[in-house]
């Protein structure tokens, strides 16, 4: 289950970010190392809120840092 | 039509979106709620842009359906963030189905995917009748989207 939704989470940020998976380290900074910017952040949210039928609030965006992040942060908001 | 939902005349939506002739797409919002909008904008023969598109026959430039789109886009982010904030245009991703010609009155359909105060996703509509003449997915930001 979880590597699923780690290679789910993966792919959904190397659609957004137009990258291929290998270019993009879980630990790596998306926007200072990887390329993205604010917008794609919000892309990514969108796309997990649709997949995982969750809702993240505004502030978390900012947390959005890493993938290894992203990941964590839809796990729990999957919990609640 | 929820609650919350109104109409406004075009000296309301003014007040919401910045862009003027030739460039105000909007004459009516039928229905302005944070949850949906719906606007309209009839076409006439005599819009600016067709005598230059085409010369021999009058087609509304998808580009316009798309700005049309945006426009409804921006008054349904006032309505949850009544700030008056210049808002960008990111990301589109639309098709066109059926061509728009003079006559026509379109009613443009804009529901938020999400929507943050500095950013948001929309889904946006075009009807002539029952008939869906085009449709979007854009993203747009604010000027102080970058400060996130």
């Known amino acids: 289950m979880a590597d699923k939704m780690q290679e789910e989470i993966l792919d959904i940020v190397s659609m957004v970010i137009e990258k291929e998976k290998k270019q993009i380290p879980l630990d790596a900074h998306l926007i200072q190392e990887v390329g993205a910017d604010s917008m794609m952040a919000l892309e990514i949210l969108a796309a997990l809120e649709k997949k995982y039928r969750i809702v993240i609030p505004e502030e978390k965006l900012k947390e959005m840092t890493t993938v290894n992040r992203i990941i964590a942060m839809a796990k729990a908001a999957k919990k609640k | ?148």
Do not use: W
């Open chain 2, 1 to 148: 039509m929820s609650k919350q939902a109104r109409s406004l005349e075009i000296e309301d939506i003014k007040k919401l979106i910045p862009q003027r002739f030739p460039f105000l797409m909007i004459d009516r919002v039928l229905e302005a709620s944070p949850e949906k909008v719906v606007a309209i904008k009839n076409v006439t023969a005599n819009e600016p842009f067709f005598p230059g598109h085409f010369p021999d026959q009058k087609v509304m430039p998808g580009v316009l359906l798309i700005e049309a789109m945006a426009q409804a886009g921006i008054i349904l982010y006032r309505q949850k963030f009544p700030n008056d904030k210049l808002l960008f245009l990111v990301s589109v991703k639309a098709r066109f189905h059926v061509p728009v010609i003079p006559g026509d009155q379109l009613k443009i359909q804009v529901v938020p995917i999400k929507l943050l105060s500095k950013m948001g996703i929309e889904k946006a509509e075009i009807f002539v009748g029952n008939t869906k003449v085009a449709g979007c997915e854009l993203a747009f930001g604010s000027q102080d989207a970058k400060a996130l």
